[in-house]
Structures are given as C-alpha cells and as structure tokens.
C-alpha cells in the first residue's frame, strides 16, 4: 500500500538530504563513467587539459546558471555574451568586417544537433512553396541531419562518399540536386573519418541549383582554421567559400566549453529569418524564439564566453599544435602495428583505422584497449566500408600519446591470441532471421540478457558487459534497421524510473 503521508520515489526523499552526503552520492555515481580527463577516452569529451579552465566554466556556469535566455530584454547579459560568441565563431570561420562575408549573423544553440535540425528547419521555411522539401547529405554526413529529416518532414537524400577518399563526391551530390531540393549539406570535417568534404565545388552546384549550402564544421570547424594557421593544408571550407549559406560549429568541442553550446551562423539575416519562431495566438506572453529551446539556461552560453575569452586566440593555436602533435603521434603508431591501417591519412584531429585481411578481430582489439584503459569508439561497417576505431584527438592526449603504441601492440597481439568473437548460433540465426517488426519485447529482453546488457534495479552490474565484442559484433552483422531497433529498445531498457528512494 502506498503511504499517501509521504511522496518518496527515485532523487525524492521524505526528509531532504544533507548537501555534503548528495554531493558524494554524485561523486561516486561519477567514478563509474568513462574518465573525462585524462587523455584516454577518444570520444565524447573534449579536454584541452589548461590548468584552471574547469573553475573558471564552472564559475561562469554558476553566475548565469539561472538566466533564463527566453527574453533578450530581461537578461541583456546573456544577449552580449551570445552576441560575442557568434562574432567569435563568424571571425573563426571567415566571416566579419573585411571579409567577403561581412553580414554573418547567428545564434547560440545547445548543440550540433540543435544546430543542424535548425539549419534544415530554416532552409525548408525558405521555401513554403515547397510541399515535399528534400535535403541532399554525403552518407558521412552526421546522423542528425537524419533526425532532422526525420523530425521536420524532409526527405533525405542521401549520397555515397568515394569509398578511397571517404569525402562527398561532388559530382553525385550536383546530381542528386532535384527542384525540391531546399539544402545541400557537407562537413568540415566528418565526425567518422575526420576527413573535409570538397566544400567549393559542392557549394558551388548549390549555388548554381540556387539551393542553400550548409557546412557542418560542429566538430573539427574551430580547430581547422588553426590548423591551416600552423601550416597544414586545409582545403577551403568557410565563409571565404561563394555558396556557403550557412555554417555550424560546436563550442562544446574543440573550443573546449563545457557541454551544451554550439553556433549556428548565417550568410546574412535574410537566410536566418525562417529560423525563428514567433506566436502571439495564446493568453500569454508572444513567444519569439530563435532556437528550438524557449527557456534556455545562461549557464552553459556564459561558461562558453569565459573559455573563449581565457584561451584566446593565441590559447587555440598552442593547443591546435599540440592536437596535432597527437594527431601524428598516434597515427604513427597505428601504422606501426602490423595488421592495421589507416581509413585515411588524418587531415584534422581524428584517427580512424580498421583492420588489414589478416589483422584482428576489431571489436576484440577494443575490449583489449579498453582493458588497457584506452576507451575508443567502435564504428560498425557500414555500405561497403569496412568497421573502424575512432579516436577524437584533443589536447589532453599528447602526454599519453607515448603509452599508446607499446600498448597498442599489447592489445593487437592479445587480439590476434584471443580469436575472433564468434555469434552464439542462435544469436545468429535470430539476428538473421528477425526483421525489426518481428521483435517482441520478450525477444529483446531475452537478447539483452543473453548479451550480458541491462543491470536494471537492484543488479550491481551496469548497464554494459565488460566486454562489448560480442554484441559489437551481433549489431556489425544487422543491417541497420535492425541496429537502429536493437540499440533503441536496448536503450529503453535502460531507462526506467526508479520507485525506491535512494
Ligand atoms: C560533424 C558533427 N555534426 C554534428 C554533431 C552533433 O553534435 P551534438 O552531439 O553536439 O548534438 C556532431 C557530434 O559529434 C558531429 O561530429
């Protein structure tokens, strides 16, 4: 029977907590994720390890953490810091005063995917005329335009890359042009491969199409400036770009803000316009928004502004050169191990390799790092590309980079002994008989267990396996409709209330 007297479920107790036991209780839910610092987990986390630039997020975070961004007029602060980051952003990407971009304009989103789904959004406001608007996408291109498609009614047109270069071929993407065509998207660089599409000529057929050309630079687009600076040669990719329309960048990765912060930048404003949303039909206030969010946090924009403004230019420069020093260092030592190579020569700050015919097994070679303490990112095969390891490269790495190799080649020799992981046969026979239709929540339980993923209430396990190769490999060997149901009901697993109180 519920006790009425009293609501208690979950974070909710009775009596509240003391604040010093609920700042350990974070502390230890803390130590068992994937280190954040450190130079040793090669996704997720951007550090430039800067001595200090925590503290000083953190402190900035906290003078703004209750500025509501829904009204530019009751928090001017948060509207000058907004202000200075999109110019920060513009400058970076070849925008501003004496450029042949001088009427940029933009807004501050939580992320590259809000940042993409707003592009996709203001491009296909652009044309109401346009009853079925379509977007053309080299297949590199990052999942959430996919979601945007998704979530806004577009059609995705999606393009295969060249299979040697991994880069958006421009003469198919031209082709696949159509008179509803209302977006042409390309990435400076992509997030798999780290590789930059070839932005001019692929604007340039846009431009001709009269279609609007989005560069996602989420990713790698504030560090490539600086790399071309120090001397690497970055293909053209920016404003300075004719066609251009529209281009995003993440300052929660490499300009090394803390989470939930990216720029959305546009040619000028009459391309940004479709991107608001303005209401005055309700008893309440008119809702003007330029972003998906209405109310939006100050924390995260003026923790963003401090770390721009701290690190400078000079600041990205230094740690670009030492990004790229990593870079080397770790692509050197991958092609000194015997049984791999390289996706493709690192052009920005990703090292991507897979293995050769006669290498390792790669997801058995993930566990081995991971045991290693190196946490990389598996990447499945996908259309004719074989599967790979990611690794994001940011400054934290270059201290560790002498420890990869000679690990590396620990990891590979213990892959090469341990074998390929072989699907249970019937996981296999289930995997490829199984249509995404056909799966029964009982089905997936049962899967989940038998794959060792799940934890749940009351079980000390986490939510993964130790070691992952196996159900890596189960989901290599789906097709990708059936990846995308495994992975979402396996997710959905994983997120259910908590009714205890802690
Ligand atoms: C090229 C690219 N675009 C967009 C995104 C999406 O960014 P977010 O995860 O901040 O939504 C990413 C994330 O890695 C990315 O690499």
Not at 361 to 370: A, H, K, N, R
Not at 386 to 405: D, N
Not at 414 to 432: D, M, S, Y
């Amino acid at each position: 029977m519920i006790d009425e007297s009293r609501v208690e479920a979950g974070a909710l107790r009775a009596t509240g907590v003391p604040a010093e036991q609920v700042l350990e209780e974070v502390r230890t839910l803390r130590a068992g994720d994937a280190p954040t610092h450190g130079g040793r987990l090669f996704a997720y986390v951007y550090d430039p390890a800067v001595p200090g630039l925590d503290e000083l997020a953190a402190a900035a975070h906290r003078e703004s953490a209750h500025v509501n961004g829904l009204d530019p007029t009751a928090f001017p602060s948060l509207l000058a810091m907004e202000n200075a980051l999109v110019g920060a952003a513009g400058r970076v990407l070849g925008a501003g005063p004496g450029t042949t971009a001088p009427d940029v304009v933009g807004s501050v989103t939580s992320g590259g995917t809000e940042s993409l789904i707003l592009a996709v959004k203001t491009a296909r406001d652009a044309h109401p005329e346009i009853t079925e608007p379509r977007i053309v996408v080299p297949s590199s291109a990052h999942a959430a335009f996919a979601k945007a498609a998704h979530y806004l009614r577009v059609a995705l047109d999606v393009v295969p890359v060249s299979p040697e270069t991994l880069r958006a071929d421009p003469a198919a993407m031209a082709a696949a042009i159509r008179p509803e065509t209302v977006l042409v998207a390309c990435s400076a660089p992509s997030y798999a491969h780290g590789v930059v599409d070839p932005v001019t000529r692929i604007a340039a057929a846009a431009a001709d199409a009269g279609v609007r050309c989005h560069v996602d630079a989420c990713f790698g687009g504030w560090t490539l400036p600086y790399l071309r600076r120090l001397g690497e040669p970055v293909p053209p990719f920016d404003f300075a770009v004719p066609g251009v329309t529209s281009i995003s960048v993440d300052l929660h990765k490499y300009a090394y803000a803390p989470k939930g912060v990216s720029v959305l930048l546009h040619r000028d404003a009459a391309l940004r316009a479709p991107q608001y949303f303005a209401y005055a039909d309700w008893p309440g206030y008119t809702m003007i928004n330029p972003v998906i969010a209405s109310t939006r946090s100050g924390g995260p924009i003026a923790a963003a502004y401090a770390t721009v403004r701290h690190l400078g230019d000079e600041g990205y420069l230094r740690l670009s050169a030492i990004t790229r020093d990593a870079v080397a260092g770790l692509a050197d030592a991958v092609r000194a191990v015997d049984g791999l190579r390289l996706m493709a020569e690192p052009e920005s700050t990703v090292v991507c390799f897979t293995a050769t015919d006669d290498g390792p097994d790669l997801f058995v070679l993930v566990d081995e790092l991971t045991a290693r303490g190196w946490h990389t990112q598996p990447q499945l095969s996908y259309d004719g590309l074989p599967a790979s390891v990611h690794l994001t490269v940011t400054a934290a790495v270059a201290p560790r980079v002498a420890e990869f190799g000679p690990d590396l080649t620990a990891a590979v020799a213990a892959a090469r002994a341990a074998g390929p992981v072989r699907l249970p046969a019937e996981l296999a026979a289930l995997v490829g008989a199984l249509t995404p239709e056909a799966l029964t929540p009982d089905l997936v339980v049962g899967l989940a267990a038998g794959l060792g993923l799940g934890g749940g209430e009351g079980s000390d396990a986490g939510p993964l396996p130790e070691r992952m190769a196996l159900v890596n490999t189960l989901l290599d060997a789906a097709p990708s409709a059936m990846r995308e149901r495994l992975l979402m009901e396996f997710v959905s697993l994983l997120q259910r209330p908590r009714w205890t109180p802690s």
